[in-house]
């Protein structure tokens, strides 16, 4: 698989991925950016929650279960001198939908955290990575 990052301007890039999907990244206007678009550490967080996600949500689709929506929300740390890696991430997820079986979910966050999601498994190398989830009844 090929992905390629082209430089625009000042410090503005449009990353392409394999799949054929493009992306603008940019920096702050303090380091020369113009704001543009999404920051490239902030790409790796929301590649976590994405990750995350489609296994949390093929599981519990394979278990039956009737979810109507899927939600993670990241609230994490990163280290204070470079190379400023992620230290602390915590994965809080927000299932709704009809009679969910909480044992479902939680077994379905604990594969994707434990063996499917590759980016948590990389991610985990430099943070610690925790998860809690809700799940609202739809009425």
Known sequence: MKSRVKWLDNMSFVGES????????????EFGGRNLGIRPMEMLILGLGGCSSFDVMLILQKARQKVDHCEVELDYDRAEKDPKVYTRIHMHFIITGREVDPKR????????AEKYC????MLGKTASITHDFEIREVI
């Open 105 to 112: 979910v939680a077994k379905a966050i604990e594969l994707s």
């Open 118 to 121: 590759s980016a948590s498994i």
């Open 18 to 29: 394999a799949s054929g999907h493009a992306v603008v990244m940019d920096g702050p206007p």
